[in-house]
């Protein structure tokens, strides 16, 4: 006898023993719904599931018929092309239904249930695929700029014409303007839709170009990546001004020197180095307007700074030098 079944089928349960003139006083028989096929199946979205998907509904172990049994579609998916569906168990004790799939990506679960059965509701685990790739677009590394011979990271998206990333779109790369070079000339998009290119710039100054094609979707769309190459300078100011460093991130060529100036009245200020690779200079000391200190940066990396003056920890500011 379990617990917690609903009142009227213990009625009916009563019922039928009363009518077959046996049983006594021992609850409705158990009725169980469960997946029989159909679950696990994967498929491209939108697309129509080739089996349908089946549940049996059974009491105790036979078959039951005329169970009333309600589809839910996750999604904008559809159970017998609708969000959702009501059917009734067969003699076999099966409902089906059929399902497509919505247009979003990844796991879809669609569920069947019945009032009263244990099991309830009943669930499908479909797998849906990104669809065809119509489209590509630059998601990272476009529009910056970086030091003459260095180089940028280009990222592109593939998806499909729902915005699913896709997988496997060979992009080509290549390096249009400006000079120096980008590789791989071809690679594929990962599981997450993306692939990305590694530009190397000229010596020159000045805007470069690189595009990515994907040749094998319709249209062969392709985005261009610029990237602005610059000569690093030699030395760079830094003002202490209104609390803060301005700007608060220079670049400097290796061997060159930054200077701070002290522009904040009678506020004190410091630079206090804060990373430790590479080893930075030795810090500049407390001072006031009309303060300067300047430090030479040998070695190319990124060196972070703040003042350590009571209330200025929003004040921060790095110096990166480069090659
Ligand atoms: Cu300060």
């Known amino acids: 006898m379990s617990h917690g079944r609903p009142l009227v089928l213990v009625l009916i349960g009563t019922a039928l023993a009363a009518a077959c003139g046996g049983g006594g006083s021992s609850g409705p028989p158990p009725r169980t719904i469960a997946a029989f ?91 849906a695929a990104a669809g065809v790739a119509t489209q590509i677009a630059k998601t990272a590394g476009d529009g910056g700029s970086a030091v003459i011979t260095g180089q940028a990271t280009y990222t592109v998206t593939a998806r499909d014409g729902h915005d699913n990333p896709k997988q496997g779109v060979t992009i080509d790369w290549a390096a249009t303007g400006g000079g120096g070079s980008i590789t791989p000339a071809q690679n594929t998009t990962g599981a997450n839709g993306t692939a990305s290119a590694t530009r190397t710039l000229s010596g020159t100054e000045g805007a470069h170009t690189a595009t990515a094609t994907a040749s094998s979707i319709a249209g062969a769309p392709s985005v261009t990546f610029t990237t602005t190459a610059i000569t690093a300078p030699t030395t760079a100011g830094v003002s202490l001004q209104n609390i803060a460093f301005n700007p608060d991130s220079v670049l400097i060529a290796a061997g060159g020197q930054v200077t701070w100036t002290w522009n904040d009245g009678t506020i004190i200020h410091n630079v206090t180095f804060t990373s430790t690779n590479p080893t930075p200079p030795t810090n500049c000391a407390d001072g006031a307007s009309g303060n300067t200190c300047a430090r030479t940066f040998s070695a190319a990396g990124t060196y972070s700074y703040h003042c350590t003056r009571p209330g200025h920890g929003a004040m921060t500011g790095k110096v990166v030098v480069v090659p």
Do not use: C, M
């Not at 159970?79 to 979003?104: C, E, F, P």
């Open 37 to 127: 096929s159909g679950a696990s199946q994967t498929d491209t979205v939108l697309a129509t599931l080739p089996n349908p998907l089946v549940v049996l509904v059974r009491e105790n172990a036979d078959p039951l018929a005329g169970v009333t049994v309600n589809w839910t579609a996750p999604g904008d998916g559809k159970v017998n092309s609708a969000g959702t569906a009501t059917t009734t168990t067969g003699a076999d004790g099966k409902a089906s239904v059929t399902y497509q799939l919505g247009h979003i990506a990844g796991t879809q679960t669609p569920t069947a249930a019945a009032t009263g059965v244990s099991g309830s509701p009943a669930s499908f685990t479909i797998t």
